[in-house]
T-cell receptor, first 112, second 112 residues
Framework: ETGVTQTPRHLVMGMTNKKSLKCEQH?????MYWYKQSAKKPLELMFV???????ENNSVPSRFSPECPNSSHLFLHLHTLQPEDSALYLC???????????FGPGTRLTVT | GQQVMQIPQYQHVQEGEDFTTYCNSS?????IQWYKQRPGGHPVFLIQ?????EVKKQKRLTFQFGEAKKNSSLHITATQTTDVGTYFC????????????FGKGTKLSVIP
């Protein structure tokens, strides 16, 4: 499945580093999402963009900063992360609200 | 806020046995979606149910949406090792919302 791609697939970063996660969808969808998946927790929605505008207001620490330059690309900029931010970060896209979501393979992030 | 509960959290079955996972929402849902995540993989959309009392089948998988549109179930007949993974249900967080509230999932292990 190559509808939604994510890079990098694995990332190890120190707490003082700055890095970015990239997501690209090839499905012609209007909405894109960032999720965090930690062990033993439900999928947590972080950010939603519809037609390049941020929608929904989930409380996410400011050390996570999303960017959606167009409807096919989504970035998650990371800075001064904490060890508890280590998780699988998943990108997804959909045609719109209430439609099924298609997930990318995820970025496994480890903060040391 | 809306809550989506799934039981059981874990299920170990002998290959060939049946398996059922149940999903309950604290609020009425406009639709319910089911996803499967293989070990080391990402969630993959399986199906969406919209109508009250709806039943849909995909080969050995049977999905039901309750009459009150607050509960759902996924039943697998004669499990195979390829069914291994975590099954999630998810429902829209509100009318017009892009956010899906995911259950914690049921992790299925199949003993060959």
């Amino acid at each position: 499945e190559t509808g939604v791609t994510q890079t990098p697939r694995h990332l190890v970063m120190g707490m003082t580093n700055k890095k970015s996660l990239k997501c690209e969808q090839h499905l012609g969808h209007n909405a894109m999402y960032w999720y965090k998946q930690s062990a033993k927790k439900p999928l947590e929605l972080m950010f939603v963009y519809s037609l390049e505008e941020r929608v929904e207001n989930n409380s996410v620490p400011s050390r996570f900063s999303p960017e959606c330059p167009n409807s096919s690309h989504l970035f998650l900029h990371l800075h001064t992360l904490q060890p508890e931010d280590s998780a699988l970060y998943l990108c997804a896209s959909s045609q719109g609200h209430s439609y099924e979501q298609y997930f990318g393979p995820g970025t496994r992030l480890t903060v040391t | 806020g809306q809550q989506v509960m799934q039981i059981p959290q874990y299920q170990h079955v002998q290959e060939g046995e049946d398996f059922t996972t149940y999903c309950n929402s604290s609020t009425t849902l406009s639709n319910i979606q089911w996803y499967k995540q293989r070990p080391g993989g990402h969630p993959v959309f399986l199906i969406q149910l919209v109508k009250s009392g709806e039943v849909k089948k995909q080969k050995r998988l049977t999905f039901q949406f309750g009459e009150a549109k607050k509960n759902s179930s996924l039943h697998i007949t004669a499990t195979q090792t390829t069914d291994v993974g975590t099954y999630f249900c998810a429902g829209p967080s509100g009318a017009g919302s892009y956010q899906l509230t995911f259950g914690k999932g049921t992790k299925l292990s199949v003993i060959p």
